[in-house]
């Protein structure tokens, strides 16, 4: 997508990507590279992929080896992501909620905010130009808000556990499946505009519980970009969806020598976005089937934004041409 093109409310792309055609389209296009990434990532940095490739050698894969492979993957983004999740879980914990709104101070709950939870934490340490402004914003933000939207979040998930059947879930297969979610992209009780957007607050419901939740993060955006072969699919921005291209800034970075900023689509339809997450990890689960591997639900988008991540490590040096360099490791 492009900045100049989300307030065009005739022309925007939001008006089309959850038209039922568009979604399958784009599906299409994920569907048919999710194999292929696979197979790529299962035999990264493996001899056996070098002597495939050679026409002369006759090689079959080990399907030891690829169960090796495959539980080196996903256990790995499964201990990291365990590491990151006691953090989250201490800091949004039922008790200290409770502490909080008990001293019902605002400033001191944005303070610990800002310390304890990895996604701040990260953000307002990060030498990214692109994350200055929202240094800024945050900074100025009123403390009165921060705190609302949190306490509302936490609601919300835990709402949607209670009233959600586990195993519904993961048979979702439409947008209005979802339509619960809707409201955490466009409801003024979940949202600080320009300082609290939906890539913090599915970090923190990522964290928080795994098998309802992914965090639309550079990683998964991303991922989902390249599994969508880049394509536009007739958007009248003419641009992927999962992307945010920022042309307001474009005669100046012209000045500069530079191309137009590039980086995931912050705005992305949360609803939407998990529907092709539960997609990814049903196929995803299949794949890894064939090699007698399972997947487990309750970690369902851990393993998710795990194969993200290898998408990623496969597309670094894409990743940095596209956005000039600007990003971290840190995902």
């Keep these: ?32 590279n999710i194999p292929i990434y696979f197979e790529k990532i299962i035999n990264d940095g493996d001899e056996l992929a070098v002597l495939k490739q050679n026409s002369s050698f006759k090689v079959q894969s080990s399907g030891p ?7 080196d993957i996903f256990e790995n983004g499964l201990y990291h992501y365990k590491k990151e999740e006691v953090k989250y879980k201490k800091f949004f914990s039922e008790e200290s909620m409770h502490e909080f709104e008990d001293e019902d101070d605002p ?57 959600t059947n586990p195993i519904e879930f993961g048979k979702f297969n439409d947008p209005k499946d ?58 009248p921005s003419g641009s992927n969806e999962f992307i945010m291209i920022n042309d307001l800034k474009e005669a ?7 191309n ?18 539960l997609r990814t990890y049903r196929k995803l689960k299949e794949l890894c089937a064939k090699y007698k591997y399972t997947l487990d639900d309750d970690n369902r988008f851990v393993h998710v934004n795990s194969f993200m991540s290898k998408i990623w490590d496969l597309k670094y ?6 956005t000039g360099g600007d990003q971290e490791d840190a995902r």
Excluded at 3 to 25: G, L, M, Q
Excluded at 263 to 268: L, P
Aim: proline letters at 2%; a positive charge.
């Design 1 to 32: 997508m492009r900045r100049s093109n989300i307030a065009n409310t005739e022309k925007t792309d939001f008006n089309k990507i959850k038209i039922s055609e568009h979604i399958e389209e784009v599906w299409k296009s994920i569907e048919k």
């Design 65 to 71: 080896d690829i169960r090796k492979r495959l539980s």
């Design 107 to 163: 400033k001191s709950f944005k303070s610990a905010l800002s310390t304890k939870v990895p996604v701040i934490l990260k953000a307002r340490n990060s030498k990214r130009e692109m994350m200055y402004e929202w240094q800024e914003r945050f900074a100025t933000s009123k403390a009165a808000d921060v705190y609302s939207i949190f306490f509302n979040l936490t609601d919300f998930m835990n709402e949607y556990i209670d009233e």
């Design 178 to 235: 979802l339509i619960k979610l809707f409201v955490l992209n466009e409801d003024d009780d979940y949202n600080v505009p320009g300082v609290i957007g939906m890539g913090i607050k599915s970090s923190v419901l990522f964290y928080l519980n795994s098998k309802y939740f992914l965090g639309a993060n550079k990683n998964t955006l991303y991922g989902f970009y390249f599994l969508s072969d880049c394509a536009h699919f007739g958007l």
């Design 252 to 258: 100046s970075n012209r000045r500069n020598n530079r």
């Design 260 to 277: 137009m900023l590039i980086d995931q689509n912050y705005w992305y339809p949360y609803d939407l976005f998990i529907l092709y997450g």
């Design 317 to 322: 040096d894409v990743i940095i041409t596209m």
